[in-house]
């Protein structure tokens, strides 16, 4: 009987809480500051903390739970958008180093299974990682990142369909050709029945469910547990990991079961005790077993490994991107993005070794490359993205487009009629009254609550590039503007400030990457009633020189009562006016006055 070593327990949580905090305030993923502080106090280093058999249970769920999570965050319908490119750059970036990963271990001796892992291990990419990094370098509304996110979800399905046949081939333990066709036959058969109960069963079930009112939190995700473990022994029957069982029942379950309501609820408990709990378990006890005896004993082989791992992918990116007819420079790009490792590669690893595929010497060896390759992402990743702004070849995306303005008062209709002009516009409103006389000018509104998703829903938010919050209520602002992204993931954010509420200033914006209105804190109440009066003067400023937006206003305002509203282009492409944008030379600003 297996028992519970609280103390050993608390200590790896407390460990891994400690280098999650650290890694992520130096801008890199939590898994890499858990990793390290694993090796750091493992046996490898300090032998402060050690494993134990209740330590690798928790560890074993955590992956299976992770694995789901990662599934649960791929949106098909937004990594269709870069599918052709993305492909490209997926086959170019998993493939060559597979192969140079692969022959490394051969030519140092290993065996053909050994290198198969590591070369699985070496061709996959991080999705968790990009995300966050891609957010953080605010790249969401280009195409590199759709490529990139498009890129890393098929290389590491790939790797896991790859992995799914070796982990068949060993259990099987033949090389005849009737055991071959035993593995491929279970391994076809799980993934065909996986595919039916995730299209036909899932959706029917999420239907059952609302129709017996059984929508409580704690039911669902108890229910969500069941699918996740279900799909993961599914696989285990099949001969697979419980690993990839876990990942298909996350792709199922994003939008299928659920309400985009529900399963934003629930997938943030699950995203607290996969990734806030199991999952930091699992990374730092695999730290446990690294050993740093192969500085000395493996170093040429770590060097290659790693050399291999990064020259193959951002070469084999780049020239496997060249069809795309985007550039070798995007494929540069892209290819230096999809370098880091984390998840999917470090369980991948963990299971070779505890199947004793590969030795704790490889083992170590791809940690250390997960680590090293992590590390080169944010810096590699800002520099190339720069080059291309520098060369003004940095492609903004644009699937998604139009402008989801929540306001439908008469500031926000007058806008709203401005930018209709050259693009789809939908109003929110919760007042009847004034949507019904939006609709009546011609301006598309939707009559809802701008602080639920059923009114962003019936707006197509999914497909909206900007969103402006402009009610004379700063914290609604504020709070449709959260979840605009939140749920939504519209790359621009536009909030108007109101004087009068101190609380919300510039800061708390820059806090939620959004931008102020009008570059200023603005009462649209005297506005509102000016234009409902029809008494006010439009007037057109062109700019000789380019200018900050917050510059303009400061030198236009002096002893003036103005309201810049939008900025023309020189071709006569409209935008609003905001606080975190430029002015060209050429340009004009559209204000009233």
Not at 288 to 303: E, G, K, S, W, Y
Not at 424 to 441: P, S
Request: some cysteine.
């Amino acid at each position: 009987m297996v028992e519970l070593n609280i103390v050993n327990l608390l200590m790896v949580l407390a460990a891994a809480w400690l280098g999650g905090i650290l890694a992520k305030r130096m801008g890199f993923p939590s898994i890499l500051g858990e990793l390290i502080i694993g090796i750091i106090l493992g046996p490898a280093l300090l032998a402060v903390l050690e494993t134990s058999d209740d330590l690798n249970i928790l560890a074993e769920v955590g992956i299976l739970f992770l694995m789901a999570y990662i599934g649960m965050e791929i949106n098909f319908k937004d990594l269709g958008k870069a599918s052709w490119a993305g492909l490209l750059a997926a086959i170019g970036g998993f493939v060559v180093p597979f192969v140079l990963g692969y022959y490394t271990i051969l030519y140092f001796g290993g065996t053909n299974i050994a290198g198969l892992f590591v070369g699985i291990a070496v061709g996959v990419t991080s999705l968790a990682t990009k995300s966050r990094i891609l957010v953080d370098l605010k790249l969401l509304d280009t195409r590199i990142a759709y490529v990139l996110m498009a890129g890393a979800l098929i290389s590491d399905t790939l790797a896991l369909v790859i992995f799914a046949g070796i982990i068949g081939y060993v259990e099987a333990g033949s090389i005849d050709t009737a055991g071959l066709a035993w593995v491929a036959g279970k391994a076809i058969l799980f993934f065909s029945i996986a595919v039916l109960i995730g299209i036909y069963l899932f959706p029917l079930l999420g239907k059952l469910l609302t129709k017996a009112k059984l929508t409580s939190r704690t039911i669902l995700f108890t229910i969500l547990i069941v699918m996740v473990l279900g799909f993961s022994e599914l696989a285990e029957l099949a001969g697979l990991h419980g690993i990839l069982g876990s990942f298909m029942a996350g792709l199922f379950i994003r939008d299928s079961v659920f309400s985009r309501q529900i399963l934003k609820d629930v997938s943030a408990v699950f995203h607290d005790i996969s990734i806030g709990f199991l999952a930091p378990i699992f990374f730092v006890t695999a730290g446990f077993h690294v050993t740093l005896d192969v500085f000395q004993t493996d170093l040429a082989l770590l060097i290659c490994v790693i050399t291999g791992a990064v020259v193959g992918k951002i070469l084999g990116t780049t020239l496997f991107y060249l069809p795309s007819g985007y550039g070798w420079r995007e494929g540069f790009t892209i290819g230096t993005g999809m370098n880091g490792r984390g998840a999917v590669e470090i369980i991948i690893a963990g299971i070779g070794l505890q199947m004793n595929i590969i030795s704790q010497e490889i083992f170590s060896i791809l940690v250390f490359m997960a680590i090293s390759t992590t590390v080169t992402v944010p810096v590699f990743l800002t520099w190339t993205t720069n080059w291309l702004k520098k060369r003004g070849e940095l492609v903004k995306q644009d699937a998604r487009h139009g402008y989801l303005i929540l306001g439908a008062n008469p500031l926000g209709l007058y806008i709203a009629k401005q930018l209709a002009e050259q693009n789809e516009v939908i109003l929110i409103d919760y007042n009847k009254d004034l949507v019904n006389e939006a609709n009546a000018q011609g301006v598309k509104a939707i009559y809802g609550n701008g602080l639920r998703e059923d009114a962003f829903e019936a707006a197509n938010a999914i497909n909206k590039n900007t969103f402006i919050a402009l009610t004379g209520n700063s914290e609604i602002n504020l709070l449709s503007a959260q979840l605009a992204y939140n749920s939504f993931y519209i790359p621009n954010r536009i909030v108007l400030v109101s004087p009068v509420e101190n609380g919300v200033g510039i800061n708390l914006l820059d806090h939620m990457d959004a931008s102020s209105l009008f570059a200023n804190k603005t009462d649209m109440v005297p506005w509102s009633y000016k234009i409902t009066t029809n008494n006010f003067e439009e007037k057109k400023d062109k700019i000789e020189k380019e200018i900050s937006t917050r510059n303009w206003f400061k030198h236009s305002a002096k002893n003036k009562d103005i309201l810049p509203i939008l900025i023309l282009d020189e071709n006569g492409i409209k935008r609003p006016f905001h606080y975190k944008d430029i002015i060209k030379s050429k340009e004009s600003v559209v204000y009233l006055q």
